[in-house]
Nanobody, 126 residues
Framework: QVQLVESGGGLVQAGGSLRLSCGASGRTFSSNVMGWFRQAPGKEREFVAA????????DYADRVKGRFTISRDNAKNTVYLQMNSLKPEDTAVYYC???????????????????WGQGTQVTVSS
């Protein structure tokens, strides 16, 4: 089992920045792929970004590409999501997720992850 706890959410004005963190505990060696998803009120959960175990491979949703950066520190069992140039449409609950299968298996944008955090609220005001 892997436990994931997100932090760093909050209220920010449009154009501002936030950095989300996700701390993992338990069988963290099972966390081959780490991802961030988000869910806005009344909408389905959507993929935001993913990173491989080495940190060398990343993927982003088109709507956040160039503004968000995902990274991980395996020594600290933590994955980060740096969010810049935030827009009101980025408002959502952000979830951290971990997947056992390797990045090379593909499908990192699909929600078939093995472990999920409870989520952290990000609100961007206009």
């Amino acid at each position: 089992q892997v436990q994931l706890v997100e932090s760093g959410g909050g209220l920010v004005q449009a154009g501002g920045s936030l950095r989300l963190s996700c701390g993992a505990s338990g069988r963290t060696f099972s966390s081959n792929v780490m991802g961030w998803f988000r869910q806005a009120p009344g909408k389905e959960r959507e993929f935001v970004a993913a990173v491989s175990w080495s940190g060398l491979r990343t993927d982003y949703a088109d709507r956040v590409k160039g503004r968000f950066t995902i990274s991980r520190d395996n020594a600290k069992n933590t994955v980060y999501l740096q969010m810049n140039s935030l827009k009101p449409e980025d408002t959502a609950v952000y979830y951290c997720a971990a997947r056992r299968t390797a990045y090379s298996n593909g499908g990192v944008a699909r929600p078939e992850y093995d472990y999920w955090g409870q989520g952290t609220q990000v609100t961007v005001s206009s």
